[in-house]
Nanobody, 127 residues
C-alpha cells in the first residue's frame, strides 16, 4: 500500500509563507506512473484539489492558488513540496497529500475522491 506522510504547515500571518512536504513510497510501491498533490478542506466547505504533479513533471493548479503556490518534486528523496506564498486567511484549512496510481490523467480535481491520502496537516492564516 502506498504511504504518504505530510509535514510542515502551522500558522502564518496574511502575506506570509509556509512550506508543506509529503514523503511517499510510490516508487518502491512499483507505481509506473502516478499523480501526486494536495487537496484541502476548510471547516464547513467542500474538499478542493489545489495542486498536482506527475512523474513527468506536468503540474496543474486551482485558480484559487495559481501564482501563489508552487508544487515540486524531489525524486531522489521521494518527496513532494508545496511552497505557499502570499497566504491569505481563506487558505486556512486542513491540507492533505494525496496520490493516484497509474491515472489516465493528472488532474488535481481528482485527488480528493480518487486518491489515497495522508493524515493531513493544519494550515492557519491570520489577518
Amino acid at each position: 500500500q502506498g504511504r504518504l506522510v505530510e509535514s510542515g504547515g502551522g500558522s502564518a500571518q496574511s502575506g506570509g509563507s509556509l512550506r508543506l512536504s509529503c514523503a511517499h513510497n510510490l516508487s518502491a510501491y512499483g507505481a509506473g506512473r502516478y499523480c501526486i498533490g494536495w487537496f484541502r478542506q476548510a471547516s464547513g466547505k467542500e474538499r478542493e484539489g489545489i495542486a498536482a504533479i506527475d512523474n513527468t513533471g506536468y503540474s496543474n493548479y486551482a485558480n484559487s492558488v495559481k501564482g501563489r503556490f508552487t508544487i515540486s518534486t524531489n525524486n531522489a528523496k521521494n518527496t513532494v513540496v508545496l511552497q505557499m506564498d502570499n497566504l491569505a486567511p481563506e487558505d486556512t484549512a486542513m491540507y492533505y497529500c494525496a496520490a493516484i496510481i497509474n491515472p489516465s490523467m493528472c488532474d488535481r480535481k481528482l485527488l480528493p475522491d480518487f486518491g489515497f491520502r495522508g493524515q493531513g496537516t493544519q494550515v492557519t492564516v491570520s489577518s
